[in-house]
């Protein structure tokens, strides 16, 4: 099966807001073996929707529309609809009375015309009741092709693809089988990590394609199989993971969407029972925004201090004027005071500390922009280490950050060895 997936908004268009859904839909379309061949964006226009679904037609199994449902004027893509599919907009009763519930029971305040209008639908579609907001969803086929019309508030969007598209499609279409792994790896570049496995991925099967997802400092490895058997696939992917791991298993740190390292040092930390807090200059905090992302932080966790400026390394973690003076703010003797004065100060077993010129210009200290020194207090010792990660200033607190894990989930393996 194939799909597109068309967002519609003036607002998308001009920057005004990211379009998550997208995303999202694609994501859960994959995991039923529908495959997304195309993401449109398109403006609020009757005459460009109606072309969109004009061109799609007959030529994928699905279009998903997110966007467009409101109540406001604005919002035509009810009526477009209509006119795509030569239909008229009737009352849907059970549409009407959860409207109604929602505004009167839930929000507490009159309803109105707009409001009613909301259960407004083809009288053609088949509704796809919207549990958690006022826009149902719509489906209906032309042809070869079913066109299904979502809200674009991302939660509504989630809860009719989770609960009503997912189950349906299942239910009604049979789909080949896709399946997934990742393999994440820090340390060495995406050039690096091809020439050391260019022989095992020459020898993979035909049905299992490769991809390289690289970001600062770390690069995703996808395996993607298809086909009609699911234990087949399975098997083959798990036997390639085990050879690939031979080869470059200093490097991988864990697997899978969910394996992100954020989440292998969390599991880590747990199991060995220690804590970690973080003192931040030029991460800004986005080290403690990581680890916290991740649902039972609280158990390992403690807490930061973004010391972004000079005179809050000092007066809040105890770094030592007369040591700035002499070495520079970003410098291995001030990282070394910041770990250990978070460490003091949050009372945990493993704290990190970053200084650094994240650029573009150079601050109130004396270092090239771009070096960063990143250290991490363990249970038995200090590592500090300095790094030059040249520009723009995005990269330099990407890298900076992904280095700091890497280190700190380096310690915490071989701790677990021991």
């Not at 929000?107 to 009741?129: G, W």
């Not at 969407?257 to 954020?262: A, G, L, R, V």
């Not at 460490?343 to 922009?369: E, F, M, S």
Request: aromatic letters at 6%; a negative charge; hydrophobic letters at 40%.
């Amino acid at each position: 099966m194939k799909a597109t997936i068309v967002t519609i908004g003036d607002e998308i268009l001009i920057g005004q807001i990211v379009d998550t859904n997208s995303g999202y839909i694609a994501k859960a379309l994959d995991k039923i073996g529908v495959q997304t061949t195309e993401m449109l964006s398109i403006s609020d226009d009757r005459q460009h929707i109606l072309n969109t679904f004009s061109s799609l037609q007959d030529k994928v199994d699905l279009v998903i529309i997110t966007g467009g449902l409101g109540p406001t004027k604005d919002d035509i893509t009810k009526h477009t609809f209509c006119e795509y599919f030569e239909d008229r907009l009737v009352v849907n009763p059970k549409v009407e009375a959860h409207v109604i519930e929602m505004i009167e029971g839930f929000y507490k305040r009159p309803i109105t015309q707009l409001n009613r209008d909301q259960a407004l639908v083809p009288s053609k579609c088949e509704v796809l009741f919207n549990k958690v907001g006022t826009a149902p969803g719509m489906w209906m086929k032309k042809g070869n092709t079913v066109y299904i019309s979502l809200p674009g508030v991302p939660y509504e969007m989630k809860y009719i693809v989770e609960n009503e598209i997912i189950p349906k499609v299942v239910k009604e279409y049979k789909r080949p089988y896709i399946i997934h792994k990742t393999i994440l790896t820090y340390g060495q570049g995406e050039s690096m990590i091809a020439e050391r496995i260019e022989s095992w991925e020459n020898n993979l099967p035909e049905f299992i394609k490769l991809a390289y997802l690289p970001n600062p400092g770390r690069v995703r490895l996808r395996l993607t199989a298809r086909g009609e058997n699911e234990e087949v696939l399975k098997k083959a992917i798990e036997e390639n993971v085990q050879s690939l791991t031979k080869i470059i298993g200093d490097i991988i740190v864990g697997f899978d969407e969910d394996e992100t390292i954020e989440v292998v040092i969390g599991r880590l930390l747990h199991q060995q029972g220690k804590t970690i807090s973080t003192a931040e200059s030029c991460t800004g905090g986005k080290i403690a925004q990581m680890l916290t992302s991740v649902s039972g932080a609280s158990n390992y966790f403690r807490g930061s201090v973004v010391s972004y400026a000079t005179d809050t390394k000092i007066s809040i973690l105890g770094v030592d004027a007369e040591v700035i003076k002499k070495h520079s703010v970003v410098s291995s003797e001030v990282a070394r005071q910041m770990a250990l004065g978070v460490q003091k100060l949050i009372k945990t077993d493993y704290a990190i500390a970053t200084t650094g010129n994240a650029g573009p210009n150079k601050g109130d200290a004396d270092a090239q922009v771009g070096t960063v020194f990143i250290a991490l207090v363990t249970p038995n010792e200090v590592i500090i280490e300095e790094f030059n990660f040249g520009q723009p200033r995005e990269k330099v607190i990407d890298r900076a950050v992904n280095k700091a894990f890497e280190m700190l989930q380096r310690d915490l393996l071989k701790t677990a060895s021991s």
